[in-house]
């Protein structure tokens, strides 16, 4: 028992020895800080032992971290489009690391995501770094018209519209400009830009041949401008108006002789680049 009694009293002695040297050490450290000039403190800051730390909020991301979970969910399908989308807004060719930080798709994790996308034929992988692939590789309206005028039986609008940001204006600029045509595909509802270049000859179709010489225009101008507003066209003329406001004036309408027109060697034929529309006219020797 005594032995037991005089190692719990040393016990206690090496505590207390501890504790006061301890107790010395805090204080020397504290008697060594600089002491702050009270005329740089505001007169009502707290101190800054009663200042609290910030507290951390760790709801606060929760929505951030919940909504990259479920992209990285999502089926690999719609993976992919949320890449393609970034690279074709961006026109900047991204690392796996950049697409992740930019809309959250995994790349080096997902490896169906990686093999789709680098074999995806909007997208060009040169081993580093993913890009945007258009069907056309233009940069400016420049490039654009010359590749329209190697298309004579024209070129899809959608296969354009991706080449550049700007293109669809472009192709504005170019029709108001007289440099192409923008005509509409009434099978796929789709436009089709042709190259305005009366040099050029278009080859024509028997069918559209034929189906140009079988239309009769109406006699009464009446009649075409109805048939036009029925196939969604907007006649250039009003010629029911035109015939009101003759008669509250009255002005009586002056009948026009008609002519019989005969096509001679001398006349100018305005649809020249178009020669199989004219080959059956009977053209009279001069």
Same mark, same amino acid.
């Given at each position: 028992?005594? !032995? ?10 090496? @505590?207390? *020895?501890?504790? +006061? ?9 504290? !008697?060594? *800080? ?6 740089? =403190?505001?007169?009502?800051? #707290?101190? +800054?032992?009663?200042?609290?730390? /910030?507290? =951390? ?17 999502? #089926? ?11 690279? %074709? ?37 040169? $081993?580093?770094?993913?890009?945007? *692939? !258009? ?29 550049? &940001? ?5 192709? @504005? ?14 099978? !796929? ?5 042709? /190259?305005?270049?009366?040099? =050029? ?6 069918? %559209?041949?034929?189906?140009?010489? $079988?239309?009769?225009? #109406? ?28 008669? =509250? ?7 026009? &002789? ?25 053209? /009279?020797?001069?």
């Amino acid at each position: 028992m005594s !032995s037991l009694k005089d190692s719990l009293n040393k016990f206690k002695q090496q @505590q207390e *020895k501890c504790q +006061s040297t301890l107790t010395s050490i805090a204080a020397r450290a504290a !008697s060594s *800080k600089p002491t702050q000039s009270h005329k740089n =403190v505001p007169p009502n800051a #707290p101190s +800054s032992s009663t200042r609290a730390p /910030p507290a =951390v909020k760790f709801s606060s991301d929760t929505d951030r971290l919940q909504h990259i979970n479920n992209i990285r969910k999502s #089926p690999v399908g719609a993976q992919i489009k949320r890449v393609i989308d970034l690279l %074709l807004e961006t026109r900047q060719a991204f690392t796996p690391e950049q697409i992740n930080e930019a809309c959250y798709v995994d790349v080096n994790a997902n490896k169906a995501v990686f093999d789709s996308l680098r074999n995806n034929h909007k997208v060009y992988y040169d $081993g580093r770094r993913f890009s945007y *692939k !258009s069907k056309h590789d233009l940069k400016d309206k420049t490039q654009l018209l010359n590749l329209i005028r190697k298309y004579r039986e024209g070129i899809a609008v959608v296969d354009l519209k991706d080449a550049y &940001p700007s293109v669809m204006e472009d192709l @504005q600029g170019l029709k108001g400009a007289g440099e192409i045509w923008l005509l509409s595909n009434f099978d !796929s509802q789709e436009d089709i830009a042709y /190259p305005n270049d009366p040099k =050029v000859v278009i080859k024509v179709d028997d069918d %559209l041949k034929q189906l140009f010489r $079988g239309i009769e225009l #109406p006699r009464d101008m009446v009649d075409i401008e109805k048939d036009l507003q029925k196939n969604g066209m907007k006649p250039a003329t009003n010629t029911v108006k035109r015939k009101a406001m003759a008669q =509250v004036h009255g002005i009586a309408p002056k009948p026009k &002789p008609k002519k019989k027109r005969e096509i001679s060697k001398r006349t100018k034929l305005t649809n020249a680049h178009l020669p199989e529309l004219f080959q059956n006219l009977n053209v /009279p020797d001069t």
